[in-house]
C-alpha cells in the first residue's frame, strides 16, 4: 500500500512541475495582466517557481510539509484572482472559471493534507527520519 501514496504524490506534482513552463512565457503574463493580477512580470514567474519548487518536494518526499504550504501558498491567489466565475458574464466561459475554481479548491485540499501528514513512506523525508532513530 505505500506505493499508493507514492504514485499520489506522483500523480498530485505532475501539474504543478509542469505549470513552471508557462509561467515565463508572455501570452500567460498578459492572461494573468487581464484579470487584474498586480505586477503580472514579476507575481507571475514567481507562482510559477513556487509551484514548481512545492510539487518537486511533494514527488521526492523532501520537506514535504513545506512543500504542501508551498502549494497553498500558490493556490490560493491563483484560484481567487484566475477564477473569478462570479464575475464571469459569458454562461460558457462561468461554466470553465466554475470547474476551473472547484478544481483549484480540491487541489488545495490535498495540499493541506500533504501539509499537516507529510509525504508519508517512500518518501526521502521517511527515510531521514528513520535513518536518525537508529
Given at each position: 500500500?505505500k506505493?499508493?501514496?507514492?504514485?499520489?504524490?506522483i500523480?498530485?506534482?505532475?501539474?504543478?512541475?509542469?505549470?513552471?513552463?508557462?509561467?515565463?512565457?508572455?501570452?500567460?503574463?498578459?492572461?494573468?495582466?487581464?484579470?487584474?493580477?498586480?505586477?503580472?512580470?514579476?507575481?507571475?514567474?514567481?507562482?510559477?517557481?513556487i509551484?514548481?519548487?512545492?510539487?518537486?518536494?511533494?514527488?521526492?518526499?523532501?520537506?514535504?510539509?513545506?512543500?504542501?504550504?508551498?502549494?497553498?501558498?500558490?493556490?490560493?491567489?491563483?484560484?481567487?484572482?484566475?477564477?473569478?466565475?462570479?464575475?464571469?458574464?459569458?454562461?460558457?466561459?462561468?461554466?470553465?472559471?466554475?470547474?476551473?475554481?472547484?478544481?483549484?479548491?480540491?487541489?488545495?485540499?490535498?495540499?493541506l493534507?500533504?501539509?499537516?501528514?507529510?509525504?508519508?513512506?517512500?518518501?526521502?523525508?521517511?527515510y531521514?527520519?528513520?535513518?536518525?532513530?537508529?
Open positions: 500500500m506505493f499508493v501514496l507514492l504514485l499520489g504524490r500523480l498530485f506534482s505532475i501539474i504543478f512541475l509542469l505549470a513552471i513552463i508557462g509561467h515565463f512565457t508572455k501570452p500567460y503574463i498578459q492572461f494573468a495582466a487581464s484579470f487584474g493580477v498586480p505586477a503580472p512580470e514579476v507575481l507571475v514567474p514567481l507562482s510559477g517557481i509551484a514548481f519548487l512545492g510539487g518537486l518536494s511533494i514527488l521526492l518526499g523532501y520537506h514535504a510539509h513545506i512543500g504542501g504550504w508551498l502549494i497553498v501558498i500558490f493556490l490560493i491567489p491563483v484560484t481567487l484572482m484566475m477564477h473569478r466565475f462570479w464575475d464571469a458574464t459569458d454562461p460558457a466561459f462561468a461554466e470553465l472559471q466554475t470547474i476551473s475554481f472547484m478544481k483549484n479548491t480540491a487541489l488545495l485540499g490535498a495540499a493534507i500533504i501539509a499537516y501528514f507529510g509525504a508519508g513512506p517512500l518518501s526521502i523525508d521517511h531521514h527520519s528513520h535513518k536518525s532513530h537508529k
